[in-house]
């Protein structure tokens, strides 16, 4: 039994190298400047491979706040 459900809420990635179902990784980072990254991706627990779903940073300065948001298409 492989792929019976269609299942569109959770997708699952599957990795190009060894077929192995991909996790879902959310990684924020601070910069010095206020600046914070946030990065979405499916990563292969076997050998590291990984997908890039989606990039968010946001920029604060002075009282404006600017949200760019990449959204990498599968
Ligand atoms: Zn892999």
């Given at each position: 039994m492989?792929?019976s459900?269609k299942?569109f809420?959770?997708?699952?990635f599957m990795?190009k190298?060894?077929?192995?179902?991909?996790?879902?990784?959310?990684e924020t980072?601070?910069?010095?400047?206020g600046?914070?990254?946030?990065?979405?991706?499916y990563r292969?627990?076997?050998?590291g491979y990984?997908?890039?779903?989606e990039?968010v940073?946001?920029n604060v300065?002075?009282d404006?706040?600017v949200?760019k948001?990449?959204?990498?298409?599968?």
């Open positions: 492989s792929s459900g299942n809420e959770e997708r699952v990795c190298k060894d077929g192995k179902p991909m996790y879902f990784v959310e980072e601070k910069m010095s400047n600046q914070r990254r946030s990065v979405f991706y292969c627990p076997i050998c990984r997908i890039e779903v990039q940073v946001i300065s002075n404006n706040i949200v948001r990449r959204i990498r298409k599968k």
